[in-house]
């Protein structure tokens, strides 16, 4: 086997084998991708929400680092603050921001919130998208396998190359 490699010949055959072995390992790691469960590509969102609107009673300037804005709403007839972490809104300003469902609010102390907008969760084009790069590494994976078994071609690249 030695000999034919040093000769230049190919020392391990080519054929529909060896490409089949590379499809078929990335369909498994493909299977196995689908079956671990949309966790795999998107981050599974936090506490369940629901949107209102609000409006901003007292704005802060972007000059703060940790900016806290105090916004009001109206959530199920009561009229209650929050804290928007978040700056550069005027006064008395329509916001639309995100109540958490599971509200642990003492009595007088405003509820975090954050904007609507922003809110991170998880997304089915997260996933979608996940599992279609991950076939194309494994595509590419499988061309890059076939082009180091299959070895350099005589006579195809130039002699100052060779």
Not at 57 to 68: G, H, L
Not at 79 to 88: D, I
Not at 123 to 137: C, K, N, T
């Amino acid at each position: 086997m030695r000999q034919q490699a040093e000769s230049g010949t190919s020392a391990i055959a080519v054929g529909w084998r060896s490409g089949g072995l590379a499809v078929v390992a990335g369909l498994v790691i493909t299977a196995l991708a689908w079956l671990a469960g949309p966790s795999l590509f998107a981050a599974a969102s936090g506490a369940d929400h629901r949107t209102v609107e609000a409006t901003v009673t007292e704005p802060t300037e972007c000059t703060d680092p940790a900016a806290e804005e105090i916004v009001r709403f109206t959530d199920g007839g009561t009229t209650r603050q929050g804290t928007l972490s978040g700056c550069g809104h005027d006064k008395d300003e329509a916001v639309r921001i995100a109540v958490p469902d599971e509200q642990a609010e003492p009595a007088g102390e405003p509820l975090p919130v954050q904007l609507a907008s922003t809110d991170a969760g998880m997304s089915e084009l997260g996933r979608s998208l996940g599992m279609a790069l991950l076939v194309l590494s494994c595509a590419a994976g499988g061309g890059y396998a076939f082009l180091v078994v299959r070895g350099r071609r005589q006579g195809t690249a130039p002699a100052r190359f060779a």
